[in-house]
C-alpha cells in the first residue's frame, strides 16, 4: 500500500512538472490605495471578518498624488479610488483590469445616471463609490452678506478667513467659472485670463487642504469655505449656522469610484470587496461617516429623512453641476500656475 502511494505521489509530481501548473493558495489580503477620510474603518473590519481578507488602506490627497505613486510602481495596489477624469486616463492608458461583473452582482443596485458615464462609457472598469460636488460653506454666524458665488467669497473683507482644497485643477476651475467657462475650457489662453482672478484670490486663503477642509471652520480659524460637499454634510449636521451653496458660476460634480490595476496581485479579492460595499446595509454605513451623494439606490433607501434632507449631500432644485474630463498634459501648467502664485503669497 506504501508503495502504491508513494507511486502515486511520484505521478502527479511528474504531472506537475510537465505541465507547470500548481495551485496557488490565494492571497488573503488586498492593498487598497484610497481618499483620506472616505472608507470607514467598520466596513473594512467587517469585510474581513467575513472574507478572511485584510485590507492595508493607504490613503491619498490628490488624484495626482495617486497617479504619481501608481505609476512609479514602488507599491501594488489591488484597488484604487480615483475620480471620474482620473479613471477615464488610466483607461486610456491601458492600466486598468476589466471587472468580471458575474463576481459583482450587486452592481444592479447602482442609479442609471451613474453608469456609462464619459470616463468609462462601456462601463468595463469602475464601480461607483460616492459622488458629490464641490461647493461653498459659509459660516451664518459670521458671515452675514449674501454669498452665492465665488466673487462672493474672495473679497477682501474675508482674506485671511478662507479655507480651499489644496487641488489645482480644482481652484482654476472656479476661476474659470467667473468668466463664464467649463472646467474642461483649459487652454493657454484660457489659463492667461484667469491668472489675474487667481492672482487677487489666492493671497486671501488662510489654510489649503483637502483631507479635512472641515477642521478650520469648526475650529473658527476661518469662516469660510470651498470644500467638498461631503466636509460640508459633516459640518451641517454639527451645526447649522455652517451653510452650503453650490456656486452660482456653476459647480464641479465628481464620481469617486472603485478601479483594479491591470497588475493587481488580487483582483478576485478586489471583487469581491467591490461586490461588500455595494450591498445596501453596507453602503449605508459609508453614507453615515461619509455623507456624500450616494450613487447605491438601494443604500439611499435605508437612509433616515434627516440624511436625505442634509443639503450638501443631496442638493436640492436642479443646480448647474459638470463633470472634469481628463485634459492630460494640460494638467501641467495647471499646477504650476497655482503652484508658482502660491509660493508668491
Not at 454669498?147 to 477682501?156: A, L
Not at 459609508?286 to 449631500?313: G, H, Q, V, W
Not at 498634459?329 to 509660493?343: E, G, S, W
Amino acid at each position: 500500500m506504501k508503495r502504491t502511494l508513494f507511486f502515486v505521489a511520484l505521478v502527479l509530481a511528474a504531472t506537475v512538472a510537465s505541465t507547470g501548473h500548481t495551485k496557488q493558495a490565494e492571497p488573503k489580503e488586498i492593498n487598497l490605495f484610497a481618499w483620506s477620510e472616505y472608507v470607514p474603518q467598520g466596513v473594512i473590519d467587517g469585510f474581513t471578518a467575513e472574507t478572511g481578507i485584510h485590507v492595508n488602506y493607504e490613503t491619498f490627497a490628490s488624484n495626482e498624488e495617486m497617479l504619481a505613486k501608481l505609476v512609479s510602481g514602488a507599491q501594488k495596489y489591488d484597488l484604487l479610488q480615483p475620480s471620474e477624469y482620473t479613471v477615464e486616463a488610466l483607461i486610456k492608458e491601458g492600466r486598468l483590469y476589466p471587472v468580471d461583473w458575474s463576481k459583482v452582482p450587486n452592481f444592479k443596485n447602482i442609479g442609471k445616471e451613474f453608469k456609462n458615464l464619459p470616463h468609462d462609457p462601456e462601463q468595463k472598469y469602475s464601480v461607483p463609490w460616492m459622488a458629490g460636488s464641490v461647493g461653498i460653506v459659509v459660516n451664518s454666524e459670521k458671515v452675514t452678506d449674501p454669498v452665492k458665488g465665488f466673487n462672493d467669497v474672495f473679497q477682501p473683507k474675508y482674506s485671511g478667513r478662507i479655507v480651499v482644497l489644496d487641488d489645482a485643477r480644482e481652484i482654476v476651475s472656479w476661476a474659470l467659472a467667473t468668466v463664464g467657462k467649463g472646467p474642461n475650457d483649459v487652454g493657454p489662453q484660457s489659463l492667461e485670463q484667469v491668472k489675474p482672478i487667481l492672482t487677487r484670490w489666492l493671497p486671501m486663503v488662510k489654510v489649503y487642504d483637502s483631507d479635512s477642509p472641515k477642521t478650520a471652520l469648526l475650529n473658527g480659524d476661518v469662516d469660510l469655505g470651498v470644500v467638498w460637499s461631503g466636509e460640508a454634510a459633516l459640518l451641517y449636521v454639527e451645526d447649522k449656522k455652517f451653510q452650503y451653496v453650490l456656486p452660482a458660476e456653476g459647480a464641479h460634480q465628481f464620481l469617486d469610484s472603485l478601479v483594479i490595476p491591470k497588475d493587481a496581485p488580487n483582483p478576485d479579492g478586489a471583487m469581491a470587496f467591490m461586490n461588500y460595499i455595494l450591498r445596501p446595509e453596507i453602503s449605508k454605513l459609508i453614507s453615515a461617516d461619509f455623507p456624500y451623494t450616494n450613487p447605491n439606490l438601494e443604500a439611499r433607501k435605508l437612509l433616515s429623512p434627516k440624511e436625505l434632507a442634509n443639503p450638501a449631500s443631496y442638493p436640492p432644485g436642479n443646480p448647474k453641476l459638470s463633470g472634469f474630463l481628463d485634459i492630460g498634459d494640460l494638467a501641467v501648467p495647471i499646477d504650476k500656475l497655482i503652484t508658482d502664485l502660491k509660493a508668491k503669497g
